[in-house]
């Protein structure tokens, strides 16, 4: 009979710094593997800290309590199959990103990260000390090799593994989610497994921390890189995967695989699991936001619903003068589709108020920007106190077209504790209701059917801050000013670029001005769900004082 090694894979969802419960998840995954048999227990990346723990992790009280946590862990699983997990590890005056192999009550086998990413949202190489290329660890008497996320995206690490003696590479890894990241890890992973001709097991966690989004979607290549196991992305998963040795070494056997969701639908629930672990790992039950009639309002309120439940979302109307008849329907009638509560709150007794107060001070100046820009502040505050009030957290409704280029005024409608559509452009919006309306899954807990009628995605959007108001007034059409925005902070590119793409050198120039100018308001704005590689904050940081143009 043929040799078999039994991997069981906890694809699952830490919290950062709630070492506690990472372990108890662990402890659950670990028992499961146990009664299924086993030969190990392999978790991601970081797990007993959480990922991505930034500076957290190197507070000396926090790093000694995660080694520790992992000392506890292991000794609590010293009877059954071995046990594999990420977390900090400190050797003299150095700092490491670890992999921990648990065996008989102990920490039998330590890997040390060696590759450590310094772009996009990581900054590894301020934290982490690299380790050294090492070689494999053995599990009863099978060597298994373990490049830690970034390792196995460098031919050295997984060479020096095959090299030295190990039979299969198993890949521990805290990687999130930007769209089309899943091909680029799978092409990559696929090298891997055509240079050393090893079998390779990636395992990924699921969740949300801050703005990121961990996706899961753990997968098995085989010598070759074909294909045999994959796991579902965003679910938590406990998977049980066998390898076979056979006369040219091992091979996993077919196990679970499950087909992916296109980019619309995985950029979906990004936001809504982004919020949603955003409130249970912050401890927030409840959100409420300004429901305005427009299509940005809708799709936050949808992503609300779906993410915690209708009775758990208040949807505030606070209208003015200028507040549209159309506006007042269209905000209700996605109150009801949806379910939750629906306040209505006049702006206009508090607007007056504080036009008789200024009224002194700005005797003998123009009505101009200033006074719209009251209306909004305005809101804020009241929505502000209602989220005091009743504990409610307040989300904002910004999209990623109107944060670029500052469309947004701060301590008005900026204000909040998190958006969800912060990385999603204006034309994108659009997508996303469409498909909303069309698609319902099991993980929504909004209802199905059509939430977000057609009249208010198909109506120009204004802010509605004066008479008649379009953002076209003040804005090139969406479109035009989404493709220059994409070739501008997605793509990195100057005004030629813009230009040779069909784009109005006038134009590309207005918005690379206004996204410039526009830094200080993003530099103070809520965290928002990343879906890409370019999104506000870790992604892209730029100066607030920056006088330099594009001179082309």
């Not at 007993?48 to 926090?62: E, R, S, T, W």
């Not at 209700?332 to 939750?340: N, P, S, T």
Request: hydrophobic residues 40%; negative net charge.
């Amino acid at each position: 009979m043929a040799e078999r090694f039994r991997l069981t894979l906890a694809q699952l969802n830490p919290t950062v710094g709630d070492l506690v419960g990472n372990a108890a998840l662990a402890r659950d995954a670990w028992e499961q593997g146990r009664a299924a048999g086993a030969d190990m227990v392999a978790l991601p990346e970081m797990f007993i800290a959480g990922y991505n723990a930034q500076d957290l992790v190197m507070k000396p009280a926090f790093y000694t309590d995660a080694i520790q946590a992992v000392r506890a862990l292991a000794a609590d699983c010293a009877d059954g199959p071995a046990l594999a997990i990420g977390g900090p590890w400190v050797e003299g005056t150095e700092l490491f990103n670890a992999y921990f192999i648990c065996k008989g009550g102990k920490i039998t086998s330590t890997v040390l990260k060696h590759h450590l990413p310094n772009d996009t949202v990581f900054d590894e190489v301020r934290i982490f000390d690299a380790g050294p290329l090492g070689g494999p660890y053995s599990v009863g008497n099978t060597r298994i090799g373990s490049p830690i996320c970034e390792d196995a995206w460098y031919e050295d690490v997984a060479e020096t593994l095959a090299e030295t003696g190990a039979e299969f590479l198993l890949v521990p890894n805290g990687s999130p989610y930007h769209r089309g990241k899943y091909e680029v890890r799978l092409n990559q992973m696929v090298a891997r497994v055509v240079e050393t001709g090893l079998p390779l097991i990636y395992l990924n966690m699921v969740g949300g921390q801050d703005d990121q989004v961990f996706d899961g979607g753990s997968f098995v290549l085989n010598p070759g890189g074909e294909p045999a196991v994959q796991l579902p992305v965003f679910d938590a998963v406990v998977a049980h995967v066998d390898l076979e040795r056979g006369a040219d070494g091992w091979r996993c056997l077919p196990g679970p695989f499950t087909t992916h969701p296109d980019a619309m639908e995985q950029d979906y629930r990004v936001m809504v699991l982004a919020l949603r672990d955003y409130m249970r790992k912050t401890g927030f039950k409840k959100v409420l936001l300004g429901l305005s009639g427009g299509i940005d309002s809708a799709i936050v309120a949808t992503i609300a619903v779906d993410a915690i439940g209708a009775e758990n979302v208040r949807c505030v109307m606070l209208p003015s003068e200028y507040t549209s008849d159309a506006s007042l329907e269209d905000a209700k009638a996605v109150a009801e589709a949806l379910g939750c509560r629906y306040d209505f709150v006049p702006i206009t007794e508090g607007r007056a108020a504080i036009t008789v107060t200024l009224a002194p001070i700005f005797a003998g100046t123009e009505p101009d920007l200033t006074e719209e820009n009251i209306q909004s502040r305005l809101r804020g505050l009241l929505l502000m106190a209602m989220s005091n009030k009743f504990g409610e957290m307040l989300l904002t409704t910004g999209n990623k077209s109107e944060v670029a280029v500052g469309y947004a005024t701060i301590y008005g409608d900026m204000a909040g504790g998190y958006n969800p559509i912060k990385d999603m452009y204006k034309t994108r919006v659009f997508d996303a209701c469409r498909w909303r309306n069309a698609n319902h899954r099991d993980w929504m807990m909004g209802p199905e059917g059509e939430v977000i009628a057609e009249r208010i995605i198909d109506k120009p959007p204004s802010a509605e801050l004066r008479e008649d108001q379009k953002d076209s007034d003040s804005l090139p059409d969406y479109p035009v000013l989404d493709g220059i925005l994409q070739i501008l902070i997605d793509a990195d590119g100057s005004i030629e670029d813009c230009v040779a793409a069909g784009y109005d050198r006038a134009d590309a120039k207005k918005i690379e001005h206004l996204v410039y100018i526009s830094e200080y308001k993003r530099f103070q704005s809520a965290p928002g769900a990343r879906l890409s590689d370019s999104a506000f904050w870790l992604d892209r940081r730029y100066p607030i004082v920056n006088r330099w143009r594009d001179g082309s």
